[in-house]
């Protein structure tokens, strides 16, 4: 259910918002050029600046749209498949965040269906998102791996780390989220942290 609902969400995004973007974007080029055609020698730059601003708030705008659609509804994942999706993901998490990802997939695993491999990008997604927020981390490793039927997914990161026996942080480390996707995957869940040390989460599954 919360997937479709993504997936509503993300089809008026592009629907509604991005349409109404673009429309904005060719109305404002052509505003631009007929504006500065009346505009003297003498204040032609300065406002030419101030479309310029404009038109940047707007681009900057449709790609932040883009962004959060691809969030909602990462429909690469039926094109490319986990492994190019993530990677993809965690290049420009790097560009955005400034903290080095290392991506190993250690052996070749059957194809995830489609419920599988949403709910893992969502796990590195969440995980990826938390560590941003409250880890000061400067370098996250997300490992997968596949032995004996069993998929596994290593998260781990250098940053300070939390105490996974206050009940206060299960919840304000994003972590429940984490669990309900587990839980669709008939999966296991170990959350490894300990201050100033680092967290590690890993989830495996039978596929």
């Known amino acids: 259910v919360r997937e479709e609902e993504r997936t509503g969400l993300s089809r008026e995004i592009h629907d509604e918002l991005g349409q109404i973007l673009i429309a904005m974007k060719i109305e404002l080029g052509l505003l631009k050029q007929s504006t500065l055609k009346l505009i003297d020698p003498i204040h032609y730059e300065e406002e030419k600046n101030k479309f310029i601003a404009i038109q940047e708030l707007v681009d ?9 659609m691809t969030d909602l509804r990462p429909e690469v994942l039926d094109m490319l498949g986990f492994n190019d999706t993530v990677s993809q993901y965690i290049r420009k998490y790097e560009d955005r965040y400034k903290i080095k990802c290392v991506y190993v997939n250690n052996g070749t695993f059957p194809p995830l269906d489609s419920q599988q491999s949403v709910a893992l990008y ?8 938390n560590t941003a927020k409250h880890s000061c981390a400067t370098e996250i490793q997300i490992i997968t791996d596949y032995s004996n ?3 596994s997914l290593q998260i781990v990161d250098n940053g300070i780390g939390f105490d996974t026996t206050d009940p206060r942080k299960s919840d304000s480390y994003g972590l429940m989220g984490m669990k309900e996707r587990v839980v669709l ?10 201050a100033g040390k680092g967290t590690k989460i890993k989830v495996s599954f039978q596929v």
């Open 185 to 194: 995957l008939n999966g296991h869940l170990d959350i490894l942290s300990s």
């Open 149 to 151: 039927g069993i998929f």
């Open 60 to 68: 900057n705008t449709i790609t932040s749209a883009r962004r959060i």
């Open 122 to 129: 969502r796990i590195v997604q969440e995980t990826l998102n």
